[in-house]
């Protein structure tokens, strides 16, 4: 079943920011992409490192370790699309002033 978890206050997370978070047993990145929140996997579906520390630009993240790039509208791979598995997005919304995430419980 999913729900809906709070993180926080939205203002807290400034445009460009970037937050790794543990929702239960999920490790998962937030990003502000300038003003939009999303949250995908901060599992790389590559090699399973870490995204956290990749470069965002033009509405992409690029993976640090061998540099793989996903499209944070749809998580797809946008050098290998029909290749490599998408890294996993999660919804979000602000109810009240606070940004929460649906995750399976
Ligand atoms: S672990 Fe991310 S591209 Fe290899």
Redesign the pocket.
């Known amino acids: 079943m999913a729900t809906w978890i709070p993180l926080g206050k939205a203002t807290d997370f400034s445009p460009g920011a970037q937050f790794g978070l543990t929702v239960g047993d999920k490790a998962l990145l937030l990003i502000n992409l300038d003003g939009q929140f999303v949250v995908i996997s901060n599992v790389?579906p590559?090699?399973?490192?870490p995204?956290e520390d990749g470069e965002v630009r033009h509405g992409r993240i690029t993976?640090p370790?061998?540099?793989?790039t996903f499209c944070l509208d749809t998580g797809r791979n946008a050098d290998f699309p029909n290749d490599e598995p998408p890294v996993r997005k999660y919804p979000t919304r602000v109810e009240n002033g606070e940004l929460q995430v649906q995750v399976e419980a």
Request: charged share 0%; with cysteine; aromatic share 18%.
């Open positions: 790389c590559h090699a399973g490192m995204l993976c370790y061998h540099g793989y």
